[in-house]
């Protein structure tokens, strides 16, 4: 992940946190010239994700404050581990350090329960992938964090990949034309997915070139019949 992805998520949380007046309370009651030494630690057991988000967050409120990692991102954690130490002045390491572990917190939660799902179906050839379901405002950081997990990421966004949907099809449009038009108009280079409810509905996905099928709430019995069909001539989501 790049700088870019997250510089305006940053610069938004601290805007939202901090104001025009900053951390008044520290500037009442903690001395301009106070330095501190803190350790972010871990208190439950997952995997990390985050810490150049976190660093960033302190380098942006003030860039004397040192932050150094003890452990990458991806690291597998256990409760009281010490994922970096921040020191420097204590008023703007108290100004940051809400904003820094709010983003570290939810990214690790993100990889800790997307890595719980990568173990789940280790060795059946199935992979763990995300959807558009995220915060808004931070697709970025959840994408990544799947992704530190050991999971896929899928489209970024709507402009990223055709996904052809029982409410696009609810004028009455055949699955064969929605992905024709889905192809004549992304190109030969778009991935195109068909959602497909019932079996009916896979074998018409099957005559056309799109790329994936999404089950859709398929019963396990279902989903078993719909692959088998599939034959591994697309990939099959559910």
């Known amino acids: 992940m790049q700088r ?4 305006q ?4 949380a601290l805007s939202e946190d901090l104001g025009a ?16 030494t803190a350790d972010l630690v871990a208190r439950m057991p997952g995997t990390v994700a985050g810490l150049a988000v976190a660093s960033y967050v302190f380098e942006t409120v003030d860039d004397t404050v040192d932050f150094t990692s003890r452990l990458s991102d991806g690291d597998p954690v256990v409760a009281g581990s010490i ?4 020191s420097g002045s204590a008023r703007s390491i108290l100004a940051a350090e809400r904003t820094a572990l709010n983003l570290l917190g939810r990214m690790s939660g993100v990889a800790t329960a997307t890595a719980r799902l990568v173990k789940a179906v280790a060795g059946t050839g199935a992979r763990i992938t995300d959807t558009r379901k995220t915060m808004p405002g931070l697709r970025a950081l ?10 896929v990421n899928h ?33 030969p280079e778009v991935e195109i997915t068909v959602e497909v409810e019932d079996l009916d509905q896979l ?29 591994g001539g697309m ?4």
């Open 4 to 7: 870019s992805d997250y510089e």
């Open 9 to 12: 998520i940053v610069a938004s």
């Open 21 to 36: 007046r900053g951390d008044i309370t520290s500037q009442a009651t903690v001395p301009a010239d106070a330095s501190i």
């Open 83 to 86: 994922l970096a130490s921040v």
């Open 142 to 151: 959840d994408k990544y964090s799947v992704a530190v997990g050991g999971g």
């Open 155 to 187: 489209r970024m966004g709507l402009h990223g990949a055709v996904m052809i949907k029982d409410n696009h099809l609810a004028s009455g449009l055949s699955i064969e034309k929605a992905v024709s038009a889905a192809r004549s108009l992304g190109g």
């Open 203 to 231: 074998r018409q996905v099957l005559g056309t070139d799109a790329n994936r099928i999404l089950l859709d709430n398929m019963g396990t019995g279902t989903m078993k019949e719909a692959v088998r069909l599939v034959g």
């Open 235 to 238: 990939l099959v989501e559910a």
